[in-house]
């Protein structure tokens, strides 16, 4: 029936897998195919060349498992990163999110996901064995978990802070949790701000730390 | 600095090529990237194919310049379809929104866009000396012009008008413009509602039509 819509077994491909994108619907993905081929040959090309190759040719960090372009990524070679502090992220994305707030001078450890036995997904299909690897070789003074403030993410810092604890020399912190910068109290969900009122802390304390 | 930031060049190429469709920018196609980069290879291979092929490989029939598998299209090879009479469209997508009202026999030509000298697009680089031709050939009775209500689209409407003036036999009809089915009176804007009370119809014709 759409086949036939789309008169064309390509449109019909095309339209298909772009609709598989998240956020894409069958009217979005045709409104791109459209698209793609109205604009230059070269141009559409590059992109499915670009998607094949980033698929296809991307290489990770051996050391953190962050997107690289060589053996260990530029952040875990860096002289400048203070290599006794990692951070423990859920994904590329986030420690390009850690990046850009320029605060931070560690370096990074990518898990690939957070615990979800709902998706299917355990601890052993994450990169858990691999950070308990690191602090074992050691060098490790400090662990952040810096994971998604979810249930999932809070079940991972768990199982993580519990295969760290045999190492009685490791500080495992996570990131502070509170009312946002620029947030109302009126508009700040119940469960935060009852958390920042038991976790507040001192006054002074924020005049050092901006 | 950005190739800096995504530590990839892979990353950065696929970024630039996804933030260039429409409505996408680099956020989402950031966003986009790492999706391709989770799911199976074989699913984000596929896309970058179908784009390729599609811009590559379609085809367009050579009558009507609708998107064709083959030399001519479905619609226009169809002896069930009325070839004298020929809808003119912008392009491929209204070919499509015609055929889902399931409400027109005829068949197509498809102008590939409507003139608009701001974007440089005169009336050479549009298909109208081929709708001319077509209707030279014979065998048309009926040219219903079915560009968008906008000025470019009332500017194509005249042109093409004034093109086909010389066959005096030939009808040349335009889509109905007036309030939409289902709107109120009260947010139509005054320009639709001012001309649908000067080209009022029979209220007994609308039994005859539905």
């Known amino acids: 029936m ?29 409104r791109l195919a459209l698209h793609l081929l109205r604009r230059d040959e070269a141009q559409s090309v590059a992109l499915g060349e ?61 898990l690939g996901g957070v615990i979800s036995p709902m998706d299917g997904i355990g601890p052993d299909t994450l990169e858990i064995d691999s950070l308990v690897e690191r602090v074992e070789q050691g060098g490790i ?26 190492f009685t020399d490791l500080k495992i912190t996570q990131l502070a949790r509170g009312v946002a910068v620029g947030n109302e109290l009126e508009y700040t969900d119940e469960i935060t701000l009852g958390r920042s009122i038991l976790h507040r802390t001192l006054f002074s304390d924020s005049f050092n730390k901006r």
């Open 141 to 166: 003074d400090e662990v952040i978990l810096a994971l998604p403030a979810t249930m999932e993410g809070d079940t991972t810092n768990f199982y993580i802070f519990r295969k760290l604890a045999p």
């Open 50 to 110: 670009a998607i094949i190759d980033l698929r296809r040719n991307i290489r990770y960090c051996t050391r953190c498992h962050n997107i690289s372009e060589t053996e260990t990524c530029a952040i875990c070679s860096s002289p400048s990163r203070t290599a006794s502090t990692v951070c423990v992220v859920e994904n590329v994305s986030d420690v390009m999110a850690v990046e850009r707030t320029r605060q931070y001078q560690g370096v990074y450890h990518v």
């Open 2 to 30: 759409l086949q036939e819509e789309f008169a064309s077994r390509l449109l019909e491909s095309a339209v298909t897998e772009l609709s598989r994108l998240p956020g894409v619907g069958r009217k979005t993905a045709l």
